[in-house]
């Protein structure tokens, strides 16, 4: 039987979306470097770091910015 997905709350899915992003501009940045570097086969993973790093910041983008008060 299938064990049921913990529930994340949304300072936690938050926090980790944070480190996926981090995680992947360090990943695009040391692509870049490979490609500066002559290896023209890692564009395709350079330009996958940047995308999922703008789909993580488009995804949260709601959650990290603060609420304008009502007021």
Do not use: K
């Not at 290896?39 to 910041?57: D, G, K, M, S």
């Amino acid at each position: 039987m299938l064990q049921p997905l913990p529930f994340r709350v949304p300072a936690v899915r938050l926090r980790d979306a944070r480190e996926d992003h981090a995680t992947c501009l360090r990943l695009a940045a040391s692509y870049r470097i490979r490609i500066s570097r002559g290896e023209p086969a890692v564009r395709e993973q350079h330009a996958w770091a940047l995308a999922h790093c703008r789909t993580l910041r488009a995804r949260f983008a709601d959650l990290s910015e603060p609420r304008a008060s009502p007021n």
